[in-house]
């Protein structure tokens, strides 16, 4: 059980956070014929636009309702029915994630009712989903808006088709922003070889691909389509991947009687077995040879490379979910966890096998992290760890000063050698770095 802590500074130096928008925007592009629309002003826009698009070295559809000082103090509900006719005019999309800001937020705009009134005066909007998330800046992070915009469209889309016929090969996969779409290409692969048609809520695996087909598309090409999300109902299981996919979960559970059960972390020898055998169970299947192959590998590897890891001392700065499933993994190969600091509040923060962790900023980080062998967070932390002479291994979002990070996958079998073999040579490095400089 770890004590968990929040800093005391009333400002955050060197945030660690990005905003609840960033997580909404993310969550809403691994949707088909998705239109994201911020509720604020371009300012807003573009700050929620910068890491993803760094992250992903890839422009995104995002479009904002534009709020200037007037709108600000007399109301954004104009402004707001604006936007949605422009887009549905110009671009027909087929979905349209509407969230706010800490701006709208705080001047405290009437959203439901704006919605409710918008669709009154036009009719036509009718057989349209628009899906409504609260993301206001000023609390929160990017794993709660991505998580709050799942729960969103899985209280709205999944009643539009009704319940229809159960389909017990159907099972939803509610991935949270915790995996990369290397990863989720990798669920998508592991699921369908046991014979089970997985629906990714969202599906980011094909978030880069389309792009050089058609580079002006306005909004989502590729991801869940609206015809799989009216199929969920149907469902006889849902997997919720991260902590913070249990409330989407018990969303599917209540009104549709759906089975769930949550899978912390994908990562390491102990958390594959047990997800690949709960596969395994609700198909009736035997995990194929593949997986077989590709567990014994990881055995021999975990094997040979073991004494690289033993008593190292590793400091993590990662959203709740992310730390958790690498903390538990890190755990697992003896490592000592010296410093570990998150964003945001989580149940999973009391439960990790660590003494103690840390609410606050990368300011926070960089005081406790002296003394550590490694460094694990995201690109912020590059500059702490040239500071510190410690080699980073980079985890998260965004990821900017590296290429193939939403290609490489940390999950699974394959997916735990490959994560092993980066903080393996990165440790290694380091050590020839020691003997070298004490010759």
């Not at 968990?4 to 993310?26: C, M, R």
């Not at 991801?223 to 299981?237: A, D, K």
């Not at 769930?260 to 047990?274: H, I, M, R, S």
Request: with cysteine; aromatic share 6%; charged share 20%.
């Amino acid at each position: 059980m770890a004590i968990v802590s929040v800093t005391s500074t009333s400002v955050a130096v060197n945030p660690l956070k990005q905003s609840q928008a960033v997580g909404a925007t993310l969550a809403f592009l691994g949707f088909q014929g998705m239109k994201p629309l911020l509720h604020g002003s371009p300012g807003c826009s573009a700050f929620t636009k910068f890491p993803i698009v760094e992250h992903l070295r890839e422009t995104i559809p995002l479009s904002s309702t534009a709020m200037t000082e007037v709108s600000t103090i007399l109301g954004g509900e104009e402004k707001v029915e604006r936007a949605v006719m422009t887009l549905v005019q110009n671009y027909q999309p087929e979905m349209i994630g509407l969230f706010t800001t800490g701006l709208t937020e705080t001047r405290g705009d009437d959203m439901g009712r704006f919605i409710k009134e918008i669709r009154q005066r036009h009719p036509e909007l009718d057989n349209l989903p628009i899906f409504l998330v609260s993301t206001p800046d000023f609390k929160g992070t990017l794993q709660d808006g991505f998580a709050a915009a799942v729960e969103s469209i899985v209280k709205e889309i999944p009643q539009k088709g009704g319940r229809g016929a159960y389909n017990p090969q159907l099972v939803t996969i509610l991935a949270s922003s915790a995996f990369t779409p290397g990863d989720i290409q990798e669920i998508k692969d592991i699921v369908t070889s046991f014979g089970l048609q997985p629906i990714v809520v969202p599906d980011l695996s094909t978030l880069l691909e389309g792009h050089l087909v058609d580079s002006s598309r306005v909004i989502t090409a590729n991801g869940t389509t609206l015809t799989q999300l009216q199929e969920i109902s149907r469902c006889g299981f849902t997997l919720a991947l991260g902590e913070s996919m249990r409330g989407a979960a018990q969303i599917l559970s209540q009104k549709f009687c759906i089975p769930y059960e949550v899978f912390g972390e994908l990562t390491g020898l102990e958390a594959t077995d047990k997800f690949l055998q709960a596969l395994a169970d609700m198909s009736g299947t035997r995990v194929s040879e593949k997986y077989r192959r590709q567990r014994c590998q990881l055995q021999r590897v975990l094997l040979d490379t073991h004494f690289y890891f033993g008593g190292k001392r590793v400091s993590l700065a990662l959203e709740p979910d992310l730390l958790w499933s690498t903390v538990c993994f890190l755990r697992s190969l003896g490592v000592q966890i010296h410093a570990a600091v998150t964003s945001t509040r989580s149940p999973l923060l009391d439960k990790l096998p660590i003494t103690s962790v840390t609410i606050g900023d990368l300011e926070d980080f960089e005081q406790l992290a002296v003394g550590s062998d490694l460094l694990i967070g995201n690109s912020f932390v590059s500059p702490i760890a040239k500071r510190l002479n410690i080699p980073l291994c980079r985890q998260g979002i965004p990821i900017f000063d590296r290429l193939g990070n939403s290609q490489s996958s940390k999950i699974g079998y394959q997916g735990t050698m490959q994560l092993l073999f980066e903080i393996g040579n990165l440790l290694l490095a380091e050590e020839e770095v020691k003997v070298e400089y004490s010759n």
